[in-house]
T-cell receptor
Framework: DAGVIQSPRHEVTEMGQEVTLRCKPI?????LFWYRQTMMRGLELLIY????????DSGMPEDRFSAKMPNASFSTLKIQPSEPRDSAVYFC???????????FGEGSWLTVV | QQPVQSPQAVILREGEDAVINCSSS?????VHWYRQKHGEAPIFLMI?????EQKGHDKISASFNEKKQQSSLYLTASQLSYSGTYFC????????????FGTGTRLTIIP
């Protein structure tokens, strides 16, 4: 079975540009999570969806960040405009059920210069 | 609020044992343990649910003390493959699905 698929794997962009990260969760999973990982702050939950509906976005740092899940097999995390402090690894993860294993994608490594 | 893990880092010789602790200020429903190798995604190890259970497979086991709001991960007779950063993820007892990760413990196993 395919795991969680993220794209792009690596992105280098200039400050002020729009960045869109994409995620395809594991088929059949009803929860999707976006995490950000940095050395300073560790793994932070940004937002999560249940059945395509955003449940908790309290971790989204600013209005510059937005996330959508138009259908069960696709989600995007958008940063507009991007800033150097947004440089991090962004992980998408999915799970089936409330209290269960969460499967992580391989991450999108974002560098904003 | 982020769970607190200790120690932050530990270096062991192959064959030695390690204990990683995770504590929270909130009442917990479940504890998840993950291991992450450099440049890779976190990989699931185990889940423990409220009820004070203990779980294990191979030489890695964990306990969950809900009264103390703590969990510990035990690695016995460590192998080189155990190297990585270990994270606990906690779900509080409020009925939501949020998994909040701890600060991580970097484990280095040397031959």
């Amino acid at each position: 079975d395919a795991g969680v698929i993220q794209s792009p794997r690596h992105e280098v962009t200039e400050m002020g540009q729009e960045v869109t990260l994409r995620c395809k969760p594991i088929s059949g999973h009803d929860y999707l999570f976006w995490y950000r990982q940095t050395m300073m702050r560790g793994l932070e939950l940004l937002i999560y969806f249940n059945n395509n509906v955003p449940i908790d976005d309290s971790g989204m740092p600013e209005d510059r960040f937005s996330a959508k899940m138009p259908n069960a097999s696709f989600s995007t995390l958008k940063i507009q405009p991007s800033e150097p402090r947004d440089s991090a690894v962004y992980f998408c993860a999915s799970s089936y059920g409330r209290i269960t294993t969460i499967y992580f994608g391989e991450g999108s490594w974002l560098t904003v210069v | 609020q982020q769970p607190v893990q200790s120690p932050q880092a530990v270096i062991l010789r192959e064959g030695e044992d390690a204990v990683i602790n995770c504590s929270s200020s909130k009442a917990l429903y479940s504890v998840h343990w993950y291991r992450q190798k450099h440049g890779e995604a976190p990989i699931f190890l185990m889940i423990l649910l409220k009820g004070g259970e203990q779980k294990g497979h191979d030489k890695i086991s964990a306990s969950f003390n809900e009264k103390k709001q703590q969990s510990s991960l035990y690695l016995t007779a460590s192998q080189l493959s155990y190297s990585g950063t270990y994270f606990c993820g906690l779900q509080d007892d409020g009925g939501n699905e949020k998994l909040t990760f701890g600060t991580g413990t970097r484990l280095t196993i040397i031959p």
